[in-house]
């Protein structure tokens, strides 16, 4: 929609949001399924027999293809949405998620075509990679700009709270299979229902996110004239440090594969000897998930009176100590723990972080070329996270004794994260949206910090 000329874009916080957190979380269902059956079922069905434990890191390594796609993904879809607008990202993004998740359902094994069956799961991940590229940043940018200046943390937490409804989905989808299923029907034919169901995911989503009006932030742009010809030159002349911040701050993204891939193998797999039945990993990943959905906004809200680092690194300190924690309850096959220390990870402290870094990494950007600085920082930092779980199986070991390494890992990861977070603007959530990023400079914010004595929190 463009604004009729000499008149204010008029924003629409709610709707946006509403609108990031369904189309986020039917996003990402499509997206978390493919990790759960990479967990669960891809290593018997994708890969040669003999070997399980080197199955289970090929297929968890498919899972990390789609990692490799979104830095690529993420210049073409930023320069996009900088240049044409969000709201045609996001219903590329969706379209693209759904075909190609789609169509991992109707491929044959490798009983039945050999080689030619991981090569083409390798393609059809590499097509998931490049739509989740654009989607994150792309929804943070349209329930942002949509936002008040005072309620950007609390709105922009939506898209991420919606993503966590996708994770509930997808075991929740999975479970009732697994239960009802014999082992030779659900690797036979049962796996494929999740992804078929991807059709209606992609037509419920293309309804909603088709009645989403432009950010007024953009279309004010567009009316004067002020989208840059090349946004991916100007990020990249002009802010290139914010680029850098957001991608290593991005590495705390591995504790949610870290909990949603490698703890869901480690758990369950013979070869690791902790006995754990897929189904209870599967709820406690649901449980933790609707504890996130209730939780995240919450911490979005306080993000926007306190400022965003300090619940970042809160969120940072909390994930280093119970990611440890997580996986060395996993290891001691204690399974009460491995519930509560899980809930608390993932429900709450983790969500912390995940409530607030949309709305950091947004504030260190100014509007003509917000999409692209987010989408490439954290593509590029997701990277880690996507290769994560292969990272952690092969540390782990094939007997399982290596968990103490993984631990480390995962503590090192969020040390990373908090120490870009830390050393980032201050006070970005007291700046109008107009002068973020302003003067061309990734300091601009902290310069703005005079305009509130709360900024400098």
Not at 105 to 132: D, E, F, K, W
């Amino acid at each position: 929609m463009t604004p009729i000329p000499g008149t204010a874009p008029v924003r629409t916080p709610k709707k946006a949001a509403i609108a990031a957190w369904v189309g986020s979380a039917l996003e990402y269902y499509d997206f978390v399924i493919y990790g759960t059956a990479a967990s669960l079922v891809f290593p018997q069905i994708f890969f040669p027999e003999g070997n399980p434990a080197a199955a289970t890191v090929a297929s968890l390594a498919t899972f990390g293809v789609g990692y490799v796609a979104r830095p690529i993904g993420s210049f073409v879809l930023g320069h996009v949405g900088d240049k044409l607008g969000r709201k045609k990202v996001l219903i590329f993004t969706l379209l693209l998620m759904g075909v190609s998740t789609f169509l991992v359902g109707c491929l044959p094994t490798y009983h039945s075509i050999g080689i030619l069956a991981p090569i083409l799961l390798v393609v059809l991940r590499l097509l998931q990679g490049l739509s989740a590229a654009g989607e994150q940043a792309g929804a943070n940018s349209m329930s942002f700009e949509h936002a008040p200046d005072d309620r950007r943390g609390f709105f922009t937490s939506w898209t991420l709270s919606g993503t966590q409804g996708g994770q509930v989905l997808a075991p929740a989808v999975f479970l009732p299979l697994a239960a009802l299923l014999s082992e030779e029907q659900l690797l036979s034919w049962g796996w494929r229902i999740p992804f078929f169901i991807s059709a209606v995911v992609v037509v419920v989503g293309f309804v909603i996110r088709r009645t989403l009006d432009e950010t007024p932030a953009f279309e004010s742009e567009v009316e004067a004239h002020a989208v840059p010809r090349t946004p991916l030159a100007e990020l990249l002349r002009d802010h290139w440090r914010a680029v850098l911040r957001v991608m290593f701050a991005a590495f705390v993204a591995m504790v949610n594969t870290l909990y949603t891939v490698f703890a869901l193998a480690f758990a369950t797999k013979e070869d690791y000897g902790i006995g754990f039945s897929s189904t209870f990993m599967l709820w406690v990943a649901i449980i933790s998930n609707l504890v996130a959905i209730a939780v995240i906004p919450f911490w979005g809200s306080v993000s926007d009176r306190v400022g965003r680092k300090p619940v970042f690194l809160s969120g940072l300190a909390g994930s280093a100590l119970l990611a440890a924690a997580y996986v060395a309850v996993i290891a001691s096959g204690n399974r009460a723990l491995t519930a509560v220390v899980g809930i608390l990870l993932a429900g709450f402290v983790y969500s912390a972080t995940n409530a607030v870094w949309p709305s950091t990494y947004a504030e260190y950007f100014p509007t003509s070329v917000r999409l692209s600085g987010m989408a490439i920082g954290t593509q590029f930092g997701f990277a880690l996270a996507g290769f994560t779980p292969t990272i952690a199986a092969a540390l782990l070991g094939p007997t399982g004794d290596g968990w103490p390494k993984v631990a480390g890992f995962a503590v090192v990861a969020c040390l990373v994260s908090a120490i870009a977070v830390a050393t980032g603007p201050r006070g970005t959530h007291r700046v109008p949206t107009e002068q973020l990023g302003g003067n061309h400079s990734p300091r601009a914010a902290t310069d703005a910090s005079h305009l509130s004595p709360q900024a400098s929190r």
